[in-house]
């Protein structure tokens, strides 16, 4: 009895079904250390204006130290966390890859994977269902807007269930042995970002008194400080300002930001095209960021950085 042979084409391999986009929900624990970085240094953010005007307490050392370490980690979030390990705006050599990553965790906004996988989810879901911190989920109403607001500049974080697939959003990040390990020791980048300003403070004024006020200055209201300017690009800048380029949600220019935030402010142009090296593309448009990578590609420390190219912005400029 002849065999039957099968001569049509192969069937394809069924599809493996897509990850999830959420994690797993942060237990109590976790949940609690969220609530304790992000709301200690809030206090003494609200605290520094009286603070300062009735003990007088604010010295040229606190000031440098604020000023230092706030540029410091600014960057470590802008041009570490987010052009680099992001959207892979330019490739580094392994020293600094490793001292963006740490700087970036001394922001204290959370363990680098986390905060990557968040921000890929933002920019795949960006204003729609699945963007964990868009300002336009819940309406348009007056309400609804101040509602959006609150969710889009913290109230995100203080959502359990609203944490994000790693696997999915970071998958080579989870496969970099020293980001994985950088990621592991976010509580030492934590202990040190808080300890580290007080002890310089100390040593430099030779006294507690230097070590306590640099601690409340340089530490938390610094902390604060920056957590704030980062969180406004998620709110503010997903409401108000020029939109000057094609994207496809809401993100927008908002200039009074854009030294605080180290140029991140110009949001509509990041979202136009967001592996751009620089987002103040723009003439006049302050982006401390994109100047920190052309030094660091002047030093020959990092290439192929994707720097605007002026015909792809005349096809991006909105009508």
Not at 107 to 127: E, K, L, N
Not at 142 to 157: D, I, N, Q, S, Y
Not at 302 to 310: E, G, H, L, M, Q
Request: hydrophobic share 45%; charged share 15%; aromatic share 12%.
């Amino acid at each position: 009895m002849a065999t039957l042979t099968h001569t049509g084409p192969t069937p394809a391999a069924p599809k493996a079904a897509p990850k999830p986009i959420f994690g797993e929900p942060r237990d109590a624990g976790r949940q609690s250390l969220v609530y304790l970085f992000l709301l200690v240094p809030m206090a003494a953010l609200a605290a520094a204006v009286p603070f300062a005007w009735n003990t007088g307490l604010l010295s040229w050392t606190d000031v440098a130290l604020t000023v230092g370490f706030y540029l410091l980690t600014l960057h470590g979030i802008t041009v570490g966390y987010h052009r680099l390990f992001t959207h892979g705006s330019f490739k580094p050599n392994r020293p600094v890859k490793i001292a963006l990553a740490i700087l970036g965790s001394m922001a204290v906004q959370g363990p680098i994977i986390t905060w990557v996988a968040d921000h890929r989810r933002h920019h795949a879901f960006s204003d729609k269902e699945g963007d964990p911190h868009s300002p336009w989920l819940f309406g348009t109403s007056a309400w609804a807007l101040t509602k959006g607001f609150w969710h889009a500049h913290m109230g995100w974080m203080f959502e359990p269930r609203n944490t994000t697939n790693e696997e999915r959003f970071a998958p080579d990040l989870v496969k970099d042995r020293d980001i994985v390990l950088i990621d592991k020791l976010f509580w030492l980048w934590t202990i040190i970002t808080f300890l580290a300003p007080a002890i310089l403070g100390g040593l430099i004024t030779m006294s507690w008194a230097g070590a306590l006020t640099a601690f409340f200055w340089a530490s938390l209201v610094r902390v604060s400080a920056l957590h704030h300017a980062t969180w406004s690009t998620n709110s503010i800048c997903h409401m108000i300002g020029e939109r000057p380029f094609k994207s496809r949600d809401r993100a927008a220019n908002f200039w009074p930001l854009a030294l605080l935030s180290g140029g991140e402010s110009w949001h509509n142009s990041h979202h136009a095209d967001q592996s751009c090296a620089r987002h103040g593309v723009k003439r006049g448009q302050i982006d401390t960021s994109a100047r920190v990578i052309w030094l660091l590609e002047r030093a020959g420390w990092v290439t192929n950085v994707k720097w605007p190219k002026a015909e792809r912005w005349a096809k991006l400029a909105a009508d």
